[in-house]
């Protein structure tokens, strides 16, 4: 099988399990949206979801935003982690959206980079989920099922952001992002991977990567 076949029955694998691929940070807005993934940086998304109302409900837009105080802003984020800087990246950005967008939030790679805590991944997503423009974001489980599938070396999430690129097709980037992400939570996780489960792996993985786990199972299977 050519590397392009196997990318092909990958999607087509993702897309019988995930025809639909909703955004998994709740948001109204371009700019809610960017707020939402400030926040996921070393959170779940599902804490995100449960903090961004009790925000949102105090400003959901950055002309409200820089009304509070960083560190009001900073104190019903916290259970996201990273607080502190968060918070300053939150009030800033919404300042420079204020002075430099007109209130809006950019719909440019480089503009939204060029704000505090803004990297980007995060503009990538933005610009992906509220904007429709295609962009491949790397997460952890993307880096971590390019690899295990033999589609990228894993030696840094820009490499294999450039690999996802190369190799899917541009229409398919923004959904595939999403449902790439879906399958890695459900069915190969980090911890606790299953070869069994995981289809994707099983058929089309890196041969090093089942070797390495067929091994690690057979030694606890001997204890």
Known sequence: MTKSEKVQAIIAILEELYPEVPVPLDHKDPYTL??????????????????????????????????????DIQAIIRPCGLSPMKSKGIWHLSDMIIRQHNGEVPKDFAA?????????????????????????????????LMYRWGLSNGKSVEQTERDAKRLFPKEKWNDLHLQIIFYGREYCPARGFSLDRCIITRQFGRKSFINQVIKETEKRAKR
């Open 34 to 71: 960017l707020i939402a993934v400030l926040l996921s940086a070393q959170c779940t998304d599902e804490r995100v979801n449960q903090i961004t109302p009790l925000l949102f409900a105090k400003a959901d837009n950055p002309y409200d935003m820089v009304k509070m105080s960083i560190e």
């Open 112 to 144: 939204l980079e060029a704000m505090p805590a803004v990297g980007h991944k995060t503009a990538s997503v933005v610009m992906s989920q509220a904007f429709g423009v295609p962009a491949f974001p790397v997460d952890t489980h993307i880096h971590r």
